[in-house]
């Protein structure tokens, strides 16, 4: 059996972790169009469970990544202007992108799994020689390009958004909303590493039209966003790895999973906005559910396991999708209930997608729960 998979992101290196891992005799190569010093992206994060899955699928790999997971919170701190409220979240771990790949290339070449850095897939032809092709190749997957029957659709994001570092190390996720002209600037904040720290940065349309950040770049954005996010930042400056460009976030959506030998994975597949930090999660449960898939390829044809894969996982997918919709579209409409009280506007806040309700708050988080049910007993 030979496995080539296009893309040495998560979804790509854990794909081939695990499947070297149930069958040591399959040929599995993984190509990555960009150079090994390359991987880009300041901190991810990573829930409880999901690294318990990943202790369940590779102790070994996650063992590693725990190791450099140390960074762990179980507060998640909403600031706004001059207003904060703390509440209690489950579990979570930041960790640098860059160490998260390390430690799967790593286990990679352990288990003889051959890495090809600055190696583009440009044709299907490049692939004609594998029995299984996984394209974790990302949102502009060169391997959804040359195979049309996925069919996929693009929904662009209106806010624009910055992936920074700092050199603080923060004690737990905040999510901080300043005023800015019209709108809002909004971060989602979190530590990494140690003495370094990840904000995700939001521009909101109004905060946009209304200022001159489209008119700014590069060091200029970085000292005028390093001052609005001072206290936050301990009066560190925020860092860029790719010149502070302004991106639009894009969801990306495919009406098929997979096409005889070929199969899409992660992003490529499925990608799921920022603001609800889960697109590692589905990357890594995407290879777990495609290895419990190929235990049966002695019985099965390919395109049957294949089919396997997106029946088990196409709901799931599907409803993450939709949460993360509901969350980008709370932050576009940020600025029309920016005037709500703190407290219920944390409650808008923590339930926007419905990954809570009220029941579940109550749970996870009595003491706030108590505040907002006493805010709305005054009103």
């Known amino acids: 059996m030979r496995v080539e998979i296009v893309g040495a992101g998560p979804a790509g290196l854990y794909s081939a972790i695990l499947i070297k891992t149930l069958a040591r005799q399959y040929s599995v190569h993984v190509y990555e169009k960009n150079a090994s010093q390359q991987f880009g992206g300041w901190g991810i994060i990573l829930s409880n469970s999901t690294l318990a899955n990943m202790r369940r699928s590779d102790p070994i790999s996650h063992d590693r990544i725990k190791s450099f997971s140390s960074h762990q919170w179980e507060h ?79 929904l662009t994001s209106e806010n624009r958004y910055l992936w920074l570092g700092a050199s603080c190390e923060l004690r737990n996720l905040k999510m901080i909303f300043k005023r800015y002209g019209d709108g809002h600037l909004v971060a989602q904040a979190f530590p990494s590493s140690r003495g370094m720290s990840t904000f995700v940065v939001e521009c909101t349309r109004r905060a946009w039209d209304s200022t001159d950040l489209q008119c700014i770049s590069g060091d200029e954005v970085l000292d005028l966003l390093s001052d609005v996010f001072k206290a936050e930042l301990e009066n560190n400056r925020l860092i860029s790895i790719d010149g502070a460009r302004w991106r639009t976030f894009v969801t990306v959506h495919n009406s098929m999973w997979h096409n ?120």
């Open 76 to 154: 998640i701190d909403v600031i706004r202007d001059d207003d904060a409220v703390r509440v209690r979240s489950g579990q979570y771990f930041g960790i640098l992108r860059q160490d998260f790949l390390k430690v799967l290339s790593d286990r990679c070449r352990e288990l003889n799994i051959e890495i090809s850095f600055d190696t583009p897939v440009a044709n299907a032809s490049d692939l004609q020689t594998a029995d299984l092709v996984i394209a974790a190749d990302g949102i502009n997957s060169s391997v959804r390009e040359f195979t049309p029957s996925f069919r996929p659709t693009f």
């Open 260 to 379: 005889g030998r070929t199969v899409l994975v992660g992003d490529a597949l499925h990608s799921i906005h920022f603001s609800i930090g889960s697109g590692t999660k589905l990357a890594v449960e995407d290879a777990m559910a495609l290895r419990e898939c190929l235990r049966d390829l002695e019985s099965q044809e390919v395109r049957v396991i294949l089919e396997a894969f997106e029946k088990g996982r196409k709901s799931s997918c599907e409803n993450y999708q939709k949460i993360s919709q509901k969350s980008y579209l709370w932050c576009e409409q940020l600025d029309s209930i920016s005037s709500l009280d703190i407290i219920p506007f944390t409650e808008q806040l923590l339930t926007r997608a419905g990954l809570y309700d009220g029941r579940m708050l109550a749970l996870l988080s009595p003491e706030f729960s108590k505040i907002f049910s006493e805010w709305k007993a005054r009103q």
